[in-house]
């Protein structure tokens, strides 16, 4: 117990410095709590305001993608890499290691394989292990459009409701199916219903006209990589979305399965956190893939 006759007296409260109060980084997040923003700052770098996460949860569908056959042996090697870890607690828990200390973005959701009606899914997820788990966001599929979009809706919201509780963001992925049209206006009703019901950032693919998503929506969107695309191209659209208004890429195939998964992913990093072009970006990637042979 501190010696109460030994006390020094405060006296320097520095009263020539104004208090202040910067607004949190993040659009669309600066009326939330501390834990909310806490987590979200382990996804999305503060200086640029944007994130680069790698995306590994293909198996929880699809079975052991191409690239994802041995997670210990393609991805942990490039953890270091990216901002941010989108997959399942199966493989989370299993085979990423504990001290990894980037964000964590859980996949909740899920029931059918690929043989089924994809849009059929249920939470799968138990708040609790999510918790246990201390990751840093929730991700949950919306069909918009689809067999069952209302279903998916009710995932998604009771899941926010959930994630509001315990200040934990949750992460709408739109998802279209083979028969629904990729296109703005379709992404502006998707993403605008993710936020309006109260999505904290949204996952979506880039289209022509892929601006008008973005500033219709008052959350951040994150761009999804979709199918494996040559590195210019994936540079490219990457360069596109960024300009276009978003904050940030949620890549998988585009990394993994490139021919060089971290000179890849560094590239991707230079175009989305320091704009570089994507020619340039080709470049550095060109030149890492060289030097690592």
């Known amino acids: 117990m501190a010696d109460a006759d030994k006390i020094k007296e405060a006296k320097n409260f520095y009263l020539d410095v104004p208090v202040e109060s910067k607004p949190f980084f993040l659009r669309g997040a600066n009326s939330?709590?501390?834990?909310?923003?806490?987590?979200f700052s382990r996804i999305f770098n503060a200086e640029s305001g944007r994130t680069v996460m790698l995306a590994i949860d293909h198996g929880y569908f699809m079975g052991p993608?191409?690239?994802l056959e041995r997670v210990d042996v393609n991805i942990v090697?490039?953890?270091?890499?990216?901002d941010a870890l989108m997959l399942t607690r199966g493989i989370l828990r299993t085979t990423i290691p504990s001290s990894y200390g980037r964000g964590v973005v859980l996949r909740v959701s899920g029931g059918p394989s690929i043989l089924k009606e994809l849009s059929n899914e249920q939470i799968a997820v138990d708040i609790e292990?999510?918790?246990?788990l201390n990751v840093s966001a929730m991700a949950v599929q919306v069909f918009i459009g689809g067999e069952y979009e209302t279903q998916?809706?009710?995932?998604?919201?009771?899941l926010i409701d959930i994630g509001n509780r315990y200040g934990i963001p949750v992460f709408a992925v739109t998802a279209v199916g083979k028969d629904m049209k990729r296109d703005a206006q379709y992404f502006r009703l998707a993403c605008r219903m993710c936020a309006e019901l109260g999505a904290h950032f949204v996952k979506t693919y880039y289209v022509p006209g892929f601006e008008t998503v973005a500033a219709s929506s008052p959350v951040p969107l994150v761009m999804a990589g979709g199918t494996?695309?040559?590195?210019?191209?994936?540079?490219?659209?990457?360069?596109?979305a960024i300009n276009d208004g978003a904050a940030g890429v949620d890549m998988g195939r585009n990394i993994f399965q490139s021919d060089a998964p971290i000179a890849m992913l560094q590239a991707i990093r230079k175009v989305v956190h320091e704009l570089m072009k994507p020619?340039?970006?080709?470049?550095?990637?060109?030149?890492?893939?060289?030097?690592a042979g």
């Open 32 to 39: 939330l709590g501390w834990g909310l923003q806490n987590r």
């Open 65 to 67: 993608t191409t690239g």
């Open 77 to 82: 090697p490039i953890l270091s890499y990216c």
């Open 129 to 132: 292990d999510a918790i246990r």
């Open 152 to 158: 998916s809706i009710h995932n998604m919201t009771r």
């Open 228 to 240: 494996k695309l040559p590195e210019l191209d994936a540079l490219r659209m990457a360069h596109n």
């Open 279 to 291: 020619e340039h970006a080709l470049e550095l990637y060109e030149t890492l893939k060289n030097e």
